[in-house]
Structures are given as structure tokens and as C-alpha cells.
């Protein structure tokens, strides 16, 4: 059974810094896309970041490029997202999914949509980050 599940999330202060992970269970990353998303209340889910397990690509969000960083821990199976220079933009529901077929959508090198929703078959159940003084 493919199961995610997300931990990481706390309350923060500006400027702060959080390390979300994302576990896998009932397949290896190795051929699947992971990426992350929010959910702030009242608004759409945005992708934040993705990584191709396949060739190690990476995707960012321009709103968080430089402040974030996504890797993956083949050994612990885990997908890690971490978050610098936090801002109280930042606050939302964080929630990592899984591509097993990220191949059906690569053009030219380029996983072209690493920050949507429909290429992903999987999610957690999401882990709750706030930015606030």
C-alpha cells in the first residue's frame, strides 16, 4: 500500500527555519516524482517544489527559490524540503505527493509539471506550518 506521510510542520518565527519530511511506504522513490504543495485558508493549493528521482532535477516555486531546498534520502526512502528565511506568506498546510509516471510528461529534459497537481497519483495527509511572531 503506497502510503506518504508528512512531519516537520510547527510554529515559527520570521525569518526562522523548518525541515518538512515526507516518508514513503509501499514503493522506493527511485523512479517517482515527489513534490511538495500548500494550502493556505482561503486559497488554491500551489506547488512549492519537486525533484525527479529519476535524473535528480529539481523545481522550484519562484516564490520560494533560494529560501528552499528539496532533497531526497534514498536510504530512509524520504523526501526532505527545507525551508529558510521564513515568511508569514509561507503559512499553509504543507502536503507532499507522488508521480509514478513522471516519464509520461518529460520534454526536452524538462519535467514540465513538476508544481501541478494531476501528474501526481499520491498524498499525505499534510503537516501544518505557521509563520507568525
Known amino acids: 500500500q503506497v502510503q506518504l506521510v508528512e512531519s516537520g510542520g510547527d510554529l515559527v518565527q520570521p525569518g526562522g527555519s523548518l525541515n518538512l519530511s515526507c516518508a514513503a511506504s509501499?514503493?522506493?522513490?527511485?523512479?517517482?516524482?515527489i513534490g511538495w504543495f500548500r494550502q493556505a485558508p482561503g486559497k488554491e493549493r500551489e506547488g512549492v517544489s519537486a525533484i525527479v528521482n529519476t535524473d535528480g532535477s529539481t523545481y522550484y516555486a519562484d516564490s520560494v527559490k533560494g529560501r528552499f531546498t528539496i532533497s531526497t534520502d534514498n536510504a530512509k526512502n524520504t523526501v526532505y524540503l527545507q525551508m529558510h528565511a521564513l515568511k508569514p506568506a509561507d503559512t499553509a498546510v504543507y502536503y507532499c505527493a507522488a508521480d509514478s509516471k513522471p516519464y509520461l510528461y518529460y520534454i526536452g529534459g524538462v519535467y514540465g509539471p513538476a508544481l501541478e497537481d494531476y501528474p501526481y497519483d499520491y498524498w499525505g495527509q499534510g503537516t501544518q506550518v505557521t509563520v507568525s511572531s
Open positions: 509501499g514503493f522506493t522513490l527511485n523512479d517517482f516524482a
